[in-house]
């Protein structure tokens, strides 16, 4: 037998997986989606590889000639057989290599350099504890030095639950246990003992006691016996020395959010709801894609929890994706109220070691439910009856690093394996999606109105252009301070939004006009007021906020640039009874701190909430009938087609954060473009007629949903070489390529500097043109081939970023 092996070798990638013959052995364990060692290359060096497929044709003799496989470093298939088929297909969707997608199926914790652990879990014979496990719990799993049949034994043991496979990682990621007790002795046992035992010895018997109602193998926890007993530690431990019984590490699960949510009841749909859900359920078992296109307060969160319900009762298991779970506490416990412990959460804001147990509680079928953002589109779900993503427009959904997926690919790939209703969900959906929707690939589910028959809120726009006489320095124009107050008075809140899309606060020499640029990158430093620095966005790079020009030596540096905090300060000026929560990336790095935030705002411990995108979507709060919008422009100076999309997207998004209970809500926006028709259509609440003539625009600029487009990056650290490269791809593409396929650049991208890394990009547009793929394939090996000489290249499909 001869297994197919993925390797991960980052210079020699290749989908085609490798051949290795399997060691007598192995033979029994190896099987598909499991990982291994093998050697690889000249040097025959040890790399890590996936199996991928198992090859029953015996070579007779021939196998001799292939390297084996080293060893095993999974006891069962990590990756299931569906996962497998999604990596090979998402490899070649996505033009990267199979390995980086099985990598970015699996949390973290597995990536990593880890150390195997054998934990027994269970009683077992002499023959292993002592010829296996030495006599001990917990050994480092290292096959090397096991024989072939203790492996076979492993692997039974492991199939009976007897034995577990642990890993840890750097002391972050290790399965989390605490102290358990156990005894090896038998209840007659036990009794001679306690017959042993001195009169006032009350404590130790009533131990032994309890010990002789365990069932053999039974673990109980040790705090709960002491708390339960009322029992002292040192009792406990005396035990253990005299061998009545020992301690036995018990696993636990980390709890990702410690919050108690109290459960709730499905509500009573509203007959637009109702009609919804009626179609979602009639297409149950199909892979259908509904695109959910519902005002801002329509329900629609109440739809998806009534279609996940359903599925369930029907003993499916359903995978729910929102665009950035850490900035929508919210949504999560709305989900969690509803089903519980079933639910798993899978984002960014967990420790690696809450994801690692998530995802196991996952692949255990102990959790059906999860929800998570991009990458928990990979969770290991089983059966899944129904796929939700909400906010389907996000761009958060596509990753910007390689592999450069979008998770709404991967989810329709898996709604067809699954033959499981896919719900795109939005109040703005994405051109594509609504396009899509037009032509009948996806149907349309509409919900028109919001929940009570509430009226969207009164939007009003500021002028800003005509503000500049006044040239006061203020942010927050007096209508809107005047707004503001009168809702303080009435025990209401407000919502201040700061756009800070394509738009920084900076430092800048009055006298010579420079602006303090990044050493390593062709962009402007950001100022941070908090730790007095100026930071590079793209590299981190940081410093101190100069005192004198480095150019000229003057003294007259000025700070530029509204930024949250001074319109906190600003606001504590103008109104200085206002109780202020600021959101922002300084105020929320550290873990849970969304959370609590928007937890005090609900608690009306503020009136403002004042802050930057991360509070333009998905809240909830009955109060808030006041939004304004600082600054609605700064992202439609942007050099890219869906700026106005964008943009559109944002205001109405953060405009249906007001008036969503009993209260009518009003917003503000101010803005220096009042007739741009991004802001005009905001302003009406017209997402279809957005649509109508976005989609024209699009025609004819050639851009998506018309035309697709692919971006392909070249980066070296010589600006020369860069461009040279790029240029010969140029070439090359135009030879390879018929003239259906337009062939923007190459030109040097937007900053074209990163990281001291020179960046080069072309832009391909083009409508049905099968050999694209192809051709795109091929230049994958290219660059391949090329990465030796400090050549990076970047295919991006549908890129949702052009700087
Ligand atoms: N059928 C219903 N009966 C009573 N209340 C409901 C019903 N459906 C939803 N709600 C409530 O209405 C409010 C708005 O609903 P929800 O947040 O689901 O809207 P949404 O469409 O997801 O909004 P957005 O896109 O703006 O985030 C919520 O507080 C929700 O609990
Ligand atoms: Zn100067
Ligand atoms: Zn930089």
């Given at each position: 037998m001869l297994a197919q092996v993925v390797v991960d070798v980052p210079t020699r990638q290749t989908n085609q997986p490798y051949t290795y013959a399997i060691p007598e052995e192995l033979r029994q364990y190896v099987v598909v989606g499991m990982r291994v060692v093998v050697p690889f290359g000249q040097g025959a060096r040890k790399v890590q590889g996936f199996v991928v497929g198992l090859l029953?044709?015996?070579?007779?003799?021939?196998?001799?000639?292939?390297?084996?496989?080293?060893?095993?470093?999974?006891?069962?298939?990590?990756?299931?057989?569906?996962?497998?088929k999604l990596s090979d297909w998402l490899a070649n969707w996505t033009f990267s290599f199979r390995i980086s997608i099985l990598q970015a199926m699996l949390p973290n914790v597995m990536r990593a350099k880890y150390t195997r652990y054998l934990q027994l879990v269970d009683e077992v014979d002499d023959e292993i504890l002592y010829g296996i496990f030495h006599g001990q719990e917990r050994i480092i799993f290292d096959e090397n030095t096991l024989t072939a049949t203790s492996l076979a034994q492993l692997a039974k043991l492991r199939r009976n639950k007897q034995v577990v496979v642990t890993y840890e990682v750097t002391s972050k990621a290790k399965v989390k246990t605490e102290s358990g007790i156990q005894t090896s002795l038998s209840f007659e046992q036990l009794e001679d003992i306690k017959l042993g035992l001195r009169?006032?010895?009350?404590?130790?018997?009533?131990?032994?006691?309890?010990?002789?109602?365990?069932?053999?193998?039974?673990?109980?926890?040790?705090?709960?016996?002491?708390?339960?007993l009322a029992l002292s530690n040192a009792v406990i431990n005396?035990?253990?020395?005299?061998?009545?019984?020992?301690?036995q590490p018990i696993e636990i699960y980390r709890q990702p959010s410690k919050t108690i949510v109290q459960p709730d009841q499905p509500k009573v749909l509203h007959s637009q709801q109702a009609k919804a859900l009626q179609k979602i359920k009639a297409a149950s078992g199909t892979p259908t894609t509904f695109l959910l296109e519902g005002v801002t307060g329509s329900g629609k969160t109440e739809v998806y929890l009534q279609a996940i319900d359903y599925e369930l009762q029907h003993g499916k298991t359903a995978l729910m994706l929102v665009p950035e779970i850490s900035l929508t506490p919210q949504m999560m416990h709305r989900v969690k109220k509803r089903f519980g412990t079933k639910v798993a959460v899978l984002h960014s804001g967990l420790s690696a070691g809450e994801r690692f147990d998530?995802?196991?509680?996952?692949?255990?079928?102990?959790?059906?439910?999860?929800?998570?953002?991009?990458?928990?589109?990979?969770a290991p779900l089983e059966n899944i009856g129904i796929i939700i993503m909400d906010e389907e427009h996000e761009a958060s959904y596509k990753q910007d690093e390689n592999p450069r997926y979008h998770a709404r690919d991967v989810a329709k790939w898996r709604s067809a394996y699954y033959n499981a209703p896919l719900?795109?969900?939005?109040?703005?959906?994405?051109?594509?999606?609504?396009?899509?929707?037009?032509k009948g690939v996806y149907q349309l589910l509409m919900l028109t109105e919001r929940i009570n028959q509430q009226a969207l809120p009164e939007v009003k726009l500021i002028d800003l252009r005509q503000k500049i006489m006044h040239a006061k320095e203020q942010s927050v124009a007096d209508e809107l301070l005047v707004a503001i107050k009168e809702r303080m008075a009435q025990h209401e809140q407000s919502v201040l939004l700061l756009n800070r899309r394509g738009f920084s606060s900076f430092v800048m020499c009055r006298d010579c006009g420079l602006v303090v640029q990044c050493p390593n990158c062709d962009?402007?430093?950001?100022?941070?007021?908090?730790?007095?620095?100026?930071?590079?966005?793209?590299?981190?790079?940081?410093?101190?906020?100069?005192?004198?020009?480095?150019n000229c030596r003057s003294k007259a540096i000025k700070y530029y640039g509204t930024g949250t905090q001074k319109v906190e300060i600003e606001l504590q000026k103008l109104l200085p009874t206002a109780r202020v929560i600021?959101?922002?990336?300084?105020t929320t790095s550290k873990k849970g701190a969304h959370e609590k935030l928007l937890k005090a705002f609900g608690n009306h411990e503020a009136d403002i909430l004042l802050g930057t995108q991360m509070i333009a979507k998905g809240l909830d709060f009955p109060d808030v009938t006041l939004v304004g919008v600082l600054n609605a422009d700064t992202g439609l100076g942007i050099p890219d087609f869906r700026a106005s999309e964008r943009t559109f997207q944002l205001l109405t998004q953060v405009a249906g954060r007001a008036g969503r209970a009993d209260k009518p809500g009003t917003v503000f926006i101010q803005t220096y473009n009042p007739t741009h028709y991004a802001i005009k259509m905001a302003q009406a609440h017209d997402y279809e007629k957005f649509y109508r003539y976005e989609m024209q625009i699009r025609h004819l600029a050639k851009y998506a949903p018309y035309y697709f487009t692919i971006k392909i990056q070249a980066s070296h650290a010589d600006e020369r070489t860069a461009a040279l490269m790029m240029t010969k791809i140029g070439q090359w593409l135009r030879q390879r390529l018929t003239a259906e396929v337009t062939i923007l650049g190459p030109t040097p991208r937007s900053i074209a500097r990163i990281k001291n890394r020179?960046?080069?990009?072309?832009?391909?547009?083009?409508?049905?043109?099968?050999?694209?793929?192809?051709?795109?394939?091929?230049?994958?090996?290219?660059?391949?081939?090329?990465?030796?000489?400090?050549?990076?290249?970047?295919i991006d499909r549908e890129p949702l970023n052009f700087m």
């Open positions: 029953t044709t015996d070579l007779n003799g021939f196998d001799g000639e292939l390297k084996a496989i080293s060893q095993i470093l999974d006891l069962y298939p990590i990756v299931n057989a569906e996962l497998l009169a006032n010895a009350k404590q130790q018997n009533k131990l032994l006691s309890y010990l002789q109602t365990l069932e053999p193998g039974e673990v109980v926890s040790q705090h709960q016996l002491r708390d339960r005396t035990a253990v020395r005299q061998g009545w019984a020992s301690k998530e995802w196991r509680r996952i692949e255990r079928r102990e959790a059906t439910v999860v929800i998570g953002a991009r990458s928990a589109i990979f719900i795109l969900g939005s109040a703005t959906p994405s051109l594509e999606s609504r396009a899509r929707a037009q962009i402007g430093l950001t100022l941070h007021m908090d730790t007095k620095t100026l930071k590079c966005h793209y590299c981190g790079h940081e410093e101190a906020i100069p005192t004198q020009c480095p600021r959101m922002d990336l300084d020179f960046y080069y990009q072309i832009i391909l547009k083009y409508q049905n043109v099968p050999i694209v793929e192809q051709v795109m394939q091929e230049l994958q090996l290219i660059a391949q081939a090329n990465s030796r000489n400090g050549m990076q290249l970047i």
